[in-house]
């Protein structure tokens, strides 16, 4: 990436037992689950019987000496907490040079905090708001490139919707840009690397261990993202070198696999990003620049943040998990080709287009894609570059090459990997519908979505149950083919070496298209060689 010039004592808890307010009528019942370290108060939607309960205390709040470290445990409140109101979200930033970024329309009407790391959960119960578990569990975690995106912005009502009342649904935040992926030695020394990371561990932890009170199974836990979401999944499998303890979730989903250059933490470019970070926030003559950092106003770290994304590399995120040398041992290219991996099963889908909106479309008539991955890359050299353009230069345009040499490096091959790490028990899941562009998807199983971005769906029932549909059946049993209700899809073969996906598409004349298709041996080439460049690459 370039820069343009104390643990709580423990609590008696009420496992499984919820206690339910004194109310007039079951439409008003306001449920209440004891965490042992804090009662919460949630809610029951009388016209479904889902019972949510919102902005879940997970982690002590990061600030003062507790910022830029490992999540510590909550403290213990008295009274009863409101869980029926959004969260704050955690401090947001932009992506390098982006026009615009979707999310800021949501600024002024949601407050960002330090104090953000907190969790929802949705589960179907009775009018009383009684869980109607045990239940699979599906854990989401929201993209934005590690820098951007709440748990609000994807209401777990609506994955329960679609799952025919078979789950409970969890919605986590973590730290997000500079407050959650500060990297560098002085990190490393005092503080904790991939903090939100580290949020996110925790955060499934709580679910190992609370879940239960929730209706839900801890045996029985799925987690699944989208772009950074689905890159942190592929983070937490290969965390502790495949053998986290004890397992904390049993199913895998990534939608659009997000692996950009993960450095050492001591690495040329992650060193040049926090003395960056300490410059912009007029630390350098401090004696200890760790301690500065955390003494800071956060207003002036939140605009450092803002400011160093905003001028990173068109397209790009600047601040990303690192390998740590503790929770992240090692490259993730290296870890799954050697198989590290926790999680039994995995289901991983992409589209088509994944780079298009990562690239300057304004750059058409000097775009080369030769040039660009010695941009996009710094650490390439002028034979891997050659390479890259040699590879690409059979599809279409210059700006199409450059769009597929992101799109593919980034998010489609790393996909790839994951199937191979996980082959004979994974399956693969191509969407495709027009634009098919990054985050496309989403739109399909998070109908909310769509009054946010200008994109035209594909508005046809059948299609939008057979594809939300695969995810909530994968969370219940592993396995797509076992459907919630009748659907569409065919049946779906596992993914082996270059076999079997299932396309998500729609025809000429607005009929669903759903059926298998074999994986590209072009783009299977293409892949392999971004795996052997991964030490180049960072990835």
């Known amino acids: 990436m370039r820069f343009q010039p104390h643990q709580h004592q423990n609590v008696p808890t009420l496992v499984g037992v919820i206690l339910i307010a004194a109310v007039v009528t079951p439409a008003h019942t306001s449920p209440i689950i004891d965490l042992g370290y804090a009662q919460y108060q949630g809610s029951v939607d009388a016209s479904t019987n889902v019972t949510s309960f919102l902005g879940i205390r997970y982690a002590a709040a990061p600030i003062g000496d507790l910022r830029f470290r490992a999540p510590q445990a909550p403290p213990i409140v008295a009274g009863i907490q409101n869980a029926t109101e959004e969260p704050d979200q955690c401090y947001q930033a932009a992506i390098g040079s982006s026009p615009s970024n979707p999310l800021r329309a ?263 894609a030769t040039q660009y991955a010695l941009d996009l890359f710094p650490d390439f050299g002028a034979a891997q570059a050659h390479r890259v353009g040699a590879l690409y230069s059979g599809l279409g345009t210059q700006l199409f090459q450059t769009t597929t040499v992101l799109g593919e490096s980034l998010f489609i091959c790393p996909t790839y990997y994951l199937l191979r790490a996980f082959s004979g028990r994974a399956f693969k899941g191509e969407f495709a519908v027009p634009p098919a562009t990054h985050g496309v998807d989403s739109l399909y199983y998070f109908p909310s979505l769509v009054s946010m971005f200008d994109i035209p769906v594909f508005n046809n029932t059948a299609f939008t149950n057979a594809f939300a549909q695969i995810f909530t059946s994968f969370a219940i049993s592993l396995d797509p083919n076992i459907k919630v209700s009748d659907t569409i899809t065919p049946r779906w073969d596992k993914w082996y070496k270059g076999n079997t996906e299932m396309l998500f598409n729609k025809t000429e004349t607005d009929l669903p298209l759903v059926g298998p298709i074999t994986t590209s041996e072009a783009l299977l080439e293409r892949c392999r060689f971004w795996d052997s460049v991964g030490d180049l690459t960072g990835q």
């Open 106 to 368: 949501r600024a002024p009407t949601t407050v960002s905090s330090e104090d953000c790391l907190s969790l929802s959960v949705f589960f179907p119960s009775d009018a009383q708001g009684a869980p109607e578990g045990p239940l699979p569990v599906l854990v989401f975690i929201h993209g934005g490139g590690y820098f951007s995106g709440s748990s609000s912005l994807y209401p777990g009502s609506e994955l329960l919707a679609q799952s025919n009342r078979g789950l409970v649904v969890v919605g986590i935040q973590y730290r997000l840009g500079v407050f959650g992926f500060l990297p560098g030695v002085e990190v490393k020394k005092h503080g904790s690397l991939n903090a939100g990371l580290l949020d996110q561990e925790f955060a499934l932890r709580w679910v190992n261990r609370h879940i239960s009170k929730f209706g839900g199974d801890p045996d029985r836990v799925t987690i699944w993202g989208q772009s950074a979401g689905a890159g942190s999944v592929l983070q937490h499998i290969i965390a502790n070198n495949g053998q986290t303890t004890p397992q904390l979730f049993r199913g895998a989903i990534t939608s659009s696999t997000f692996l950009p250059s993960q450095y050492h933490y001591n690495d040329r470019i992650p060193e040049l990003v926090y003395r960056e970070v300490v410059e912009q926030t007029n630390c350098t003559s401090a004696a200890s620049s760790m301690a500065c950092l955390r003494a800071v106003d956060v207003n002036t770290l939140e605009s450092a943040n803002m400011n160093m994304n905003v001028a990173a590399f068109f397209g790009t995120c600047l601040v990303v998990p690192v390998v740590d040398g503790e929770l992240i041992t090692q490259r993730p290219t290296l870890a799954l080709a050697q198989g590290k991996v926790n999680g039994k099963a995995l289901l991983a889908v992409t589209n088509p287009f994944e780079g298009t909106q990562f690239v300057n479309q304004s750059t058409g008539p000097t775009a080369n």
